[in-house]
Nanobody, 122 residues
Framework: QVQLVESGGGLVQAGGSLRLSCAAS????????MGWFRQAPGKEREIVAG????????YYADSVKGRFTISRDNAKNTVYLQMNSLKPEDTAVYYC???????????????WGQGTQVTVSS
């Protein structure tokens, strides 16, 4: 079993920054693909960013490209989402996700964290 625990959410002003962390435990290992998703009130869950086991060529949703950075520290079994230049439209519950399969970064995630709230004020 893989457990994912997010942290780092909170309230921030527009233009500010937050860093989310996702600590993985259990059967997780460095080859897992990791991703961040978010779900805003009244909207469906959407992919925000994804990163392969190697960390190369990560995926970003167009809405966050240039503002958010996904990274991972395999030695710590932790994935991060650095969020800069935050906008009110970034307000959502952010979820960490993982999958053991390789390839496409946008789909196929099997394991999910509990979510952490990010609220961006105007």
């Amino acid at each position: 079993q893989v457990q994912l625990v997010e942290s780092g959410g909170g309230l921030v002003q527009a233009g500010g920054s937050l860093r989310l962390s996702c600590a993985a435990s259990g059967r997780t290992f460095s080859s897992y693909t990791m991703g961040w998703f978010r779900q805003a009130p009244g909207k469906e869950r959407e992919i925000v960013a994804g990163i392969s086991w190697s960390g190369g060529n990560p995926y970003y949703a167009d809405s966050v490209k240039g503002r958010f950075t996904i990274s991972r520290d395999n030695a710590k079994n932790t994935v991060y989402l650095q969020m800069n230049s935050l906008k009110p439209e970034d307000t959502a519950v952010y979820y960490c996700a993982a999958k053991a399969t390789r390839g496409i970064l946008t789909t196929g995630y099997d394991y999910w964290g509990q979510g952490t709230q990010v609220t961006v004020s105007s």
